[in-house]
């Protein structure tokens, strides 16, 4: 039976007012002491009557701030909102996004000319940051915060409270055992205090008409796990929040014997606090790129086996340098900015002289790869060419590389494993305006400009150059000679430093550290009350737990057992209180006692449920 | 390292005899929930029969009559012996063992952590249930809880689902033995997909003591009605308030689980991917996953969401889990994309 609290805050503060109320109406308190768990409806009841009835009559400019307060700060909000934050949460999954994936948002705003400027419009490229999901988190917080800091400040003081007074008739509790002891009423009465404080409850003599009895509970820190869970989860906001803000990423491609220096980068992006200013002054030199993919198991052909960049990495200029092996999942480290492998693929090597002999373009180009079999794209750009009349002509190359090139079921070239088996470049060319004089930023993997033209062969078909390593073709109109002349591989390293990394972790332990707390730390009360009796002593026995406990009924029986043994009393079990509760559950750490004393109990009881359901 | 074809041929052969023996123990147990049904129908038939006689459950009877035949008689019969649920048990136990040897094979024959694809995943986590589900009817006999009643009820509803989720992984998933890729040749593998499977497991029974839970509380209503609610072999199980508890137990595990696998998923994409949070669609499911178990914890202490509400809420759970596992992995882009399928 699940507490149905509105925001649990009454409920702490019914529980602190009964705790100062030290000695009250044993009947009148009674209600309160077990409302969690045994008389829910009551004081519930009595509670909801006292909220102001919303439309009763005009509210005052205050009243109504203080209602709508109250609205946002309850449990039926924050429910509402988590919900919604989940169903929020959705379209960032089935939409490209904007951050990860650019390409696949053009894509899909090709392929949806209608929708797509409405998902646009309605920030569905990046959901995450959008105006609506935003406000959902936001507001979930705020309410987060009017809920709990209240309840800490009540909790605080509880927490120095004493234990609740003994209720009057203990036989109404969801766990209650009698037993008569050989010892005196006192003597039993210390032994209870003694037992129940070995067993981690905080307790309360307190004497009686006949007797006495001890008031005792265990557990508070179940409200403390409560609550340092929802502040760790404020704490993990801002440690997200202050993150954006000061992380910054950049990524730089580097062929092999190729240097980068961590002023420049391909491409760049920072929070509002950071710029290429803050990456520290390194220098990373890219020695060897040393790939594997599976050759042998047939299932498993081009499987990636092993990426690794052997680098030399000087941290500042004038530092010793030092060799590191980055490899996926194992990033370099410089200060506290971190440098992984985030790709690889294919430069092949392509010399281009003009029409004049001169040589216009030498060098690794790297290609990227586009399926597992790393058919990659590239193109080569050679603005400053003069043709074999001695005109200025620009020259563009674009087409694949393959590097083990085979041909698919329709002839066309592809290739058919990831390594280097045989290599092979298929390319195309054109001339006419690259436009690299307009100061645009160009994308260096595809031609732009609308003034290109296809140069073609003699029968006015596209002209194809067709290369293997060592290869060279002449093209057609003078335009020069292209050579394959060899392929390096090249690496994609990501340099990225995220501030508020740590504390966003340590915010997130906190909060399970919390969560166990608050979900597995059981809150108990007992009671022990002693009467002269019998020979001794009469003893009750009683129990009651906040929440879901599967273990109270055995913390009861525990409790009565060691006292008979503090006694010294026979080990005769106790008549069997009513039962009113389920039976000790699996999962308890002490499932031992059952098997002693406790276990004829439990049997009785057993048996007269089963009773019951007949 | 290479692969050990031979050793993953076992590995397949075990994982065979496995399924033979859930199909097993399945059926046996199906036999005790019918036997169980049967045996109160019988019962209620003979409380009819004697309105007004003795009162039923008379200490020392040894009434022969079977179940069913004679409505006249007052005397009810002894407990029953529940064979058939010893059987299924045992070829319960013998298939979870069968399970645990293919699973270790295939460690074996590739050298690693058995759980670096969707297969894998399926298995070791049906393993999990499996144990999961023994140590609950080991340790509910050994504390001897009442009313002639056990953890063994829910056999049925573990062995099956166990049985469709090994038929699925054999059928739609299945990848041949075989080395990581670079991408996951980490020990954060170990860690966040071991627990990434624990909370699934843990999601798994708690849907199940859910569904159960929602039955009861269906056929409870239906009774207060005055009504006779169908399907008498659930009077077997639990009452919906204990079942209610049990899923309870077992979502809030769960859920600090699923904790655990967020946690350790940022750590291992900080190193692998440079980036602690990539919104990558399997992170956005798990984070949903997260957050509607949230909800379901806190619906549970909300005023008019408790119960039955709060029931709906974590069987929703349950959906974002299966949703993440067998759609996410399969046809949304990102890189989570493992599956191996
Ligand atoms: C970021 C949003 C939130 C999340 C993820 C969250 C999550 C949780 C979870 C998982 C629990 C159950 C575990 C526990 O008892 O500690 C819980 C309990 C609780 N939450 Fe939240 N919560 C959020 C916001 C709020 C807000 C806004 C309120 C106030 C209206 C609130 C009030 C409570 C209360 C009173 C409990 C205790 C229920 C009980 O005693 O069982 N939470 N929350």
Known sequence: ?614 | MTVDENVAQVSNLLLYSAMTAYLGSFIAYAADLAEGGKEIKARDARRRGNAGAAAAGTAGSTAGSTAGTVLTEAPAPPPRRRRAAAVGTSLFAASTLLLAGSVIARALSVHRVPWGNMFEFALTGCLVVSIGYLVAVVRASRAGLGGGRDARYLGTFVAGPVLATLGIALRSFYVEAAQLVPALDSYWLVIHVLVAILATALSTLGFSATVLQLVQEKRERVRAGGKHPGGAFMDALPGSAELERTAFRLNAVAFVMWTFTLIAGAVWAQVAWNRYWNWDSKEVWTFIIWVVYAAYLHARATRGWDGRRAAWLSVLAFGCVLFNYLVVNIFFPGLHSYAGV
Not at chain 1, 83 to 93: C, D, E, I, N, R
Not at chain 1, 125 to 150: Q, T
Not at chain 1, 176 to 187: G, I, Y
Request: with cysteine; net charge negative.
């Open chain 1, 1 to 614: 039976m699940a507490r149905t609290d509105e925001t649990h805050l009454d409920d702490l503060r019914d529980e602190y007012r009964d705790a100062q109320r030290a000695a009250g109406d044993p009947a009148a308190g009674e209600g309160t002491a077990h409302a969690p768990v045994a008389e829910p409806s009551a004081p519930r009841g009595a509670r909801r009557a006292r909220t102001p009835a919303p439309q009763a009559a005009p509210l005052a400019p205050l009243e109504l701030a203080r209602y709508c307060w109250r609205q946002l700060t309850s449990m039926r909000t924050a429910l509402f909102l988590l919900m919604l934050l989940a169903v929020a949460a959705v379209p960032g999954s089935t939409f490209p996004q904007q951050d990860s994936d650019p390409a696949g948002v053009a894509q899909w705003m090709a392929d949806h000319p209608t929708a797509g400027p409405w998902v646009e419009r309605l920030q569905g490229f990046h959901v995450y940051s959008s105006v609506w999901f935003s406000a959902i988190y936001l507001l979930l917080f705020i309410s987060l915060i009017g809920c709990v800091v209240p309840r800490a400040g009540v909790h605080l003081r509880s927490l120095r409270a004493k234990p609740p007074r003994t209720p009057a008739r203990l036989q109404k509790l969801p766990e209650h055992r009698t037993a008569e002891l050989a010892a005196p009423p006192a003597e039993v009465l210390a032994a209870a205090r003694t037992v129940l404080r070995g067993r981690r409850f905080r307790t309360e003599v307190r004497e009686e008409a006949t007797g006495g009895s001890v008031a005792a509970e265990r557990g508070h820190h179940r409200e403390t796990g409560n609550l340092l869970f929802h502040l760790s989860l404020v704490g993990l906001l801002v440690s997200i929040a202050s993150s954006s803000l000061f992380s910054y990423s950049g990524q730089r491609l580097v062929v092999e014997g190729g240097t980068m220096v961590g002023t420049t980068f391909d491409s760049f992006t920072g929070g509002v606090g950071a710029d290429v200013g803050d990456v520290p002054p390194f220098t990373l030199e890219l020695e060897d790129m040393d790939v594997a993919f599976e050759a042998q198991q047939s299932s498993q052909i081009g499987q990636p086996r092993r990426f690794a960049a052997d680098v030399t990495l000087t941290d500042a200029p004038g530092e010793q340098p030092r060799s590191e092996t980055i490899r996926v999942n194992h990033p370099a480290q410089v200060g506290s900015t971190q440098i992984s492998l985030s790709g690889n693929g294919y430069a092949p090597v392509i010399v281009v002289r003009d029409g004049q002999g001169n040589v216009v373009q030498d060098g690794a180009t790297p290609f990227l790869p586009q399926t597992g079999n790393y058919d990659s794209t590239g193109v080569v750009k050679v603005p400053d060419a003069v043709d074999a009349d001695g005109d200025p002509v620009q020259i563009g190359l674009s087409g694949v590389f393959l590097p083990s090139a085979t041909t698919d079921a329709t002839g066309a070239p592809v290739s058919g494993f990831p390594d280097l088996a045989n290599p092979f470049l298929v390319m195309q060319a054109y001339t006419g305006d690259l436009g690299l004089d307009d100061g645009v930023p160009q994308n260096v993997y595809e031609l732009e400009g609308d003034g290109l033209t296809q140069v073609l062969d003699d029968q006015g078909r596209p002209f194809l150059i067709r290369l293997a390593p060592g290869d060279s073709v002449e093209l057609p109109d003078g335009l020069g000679t292209v050579s394959f002349e060899g392929v390096q591989r090249y690496a994609s390293f990501d340099v990225r430093s995220t501030p508020g990394q740590t504390a966003a972790l340590v915010s997130s332990l906190l909060a399970t550290t919390g969560l166990v707390l608050s979900l597995f730390l059981p809150r108990r009360r007992v009671w022990v009350r002693v009467r002269p009796g019998g020979a001794g002593s009469a003893v009750e026995v009683a129990g009651l737990a906040r929440g879901d406990d599967a273990g109270l009924a055995l913390e009861v029986d525990g409790v009565l057992r060691r006292l008979r043994e503090a006694t010294g009393g026979p080990p005769v079990p106790g008549a069997p209180a009513a039962p009113s509760s389920p039976p000790g559950a699996v999962g308890d750490d002490e499932h031992e006692h059952q098997r002693d004393e406790g276990r004829d109990e439990r049997e009785a009881r057993a048996g007269s449920r089963a009773e019951e359901a007949r």
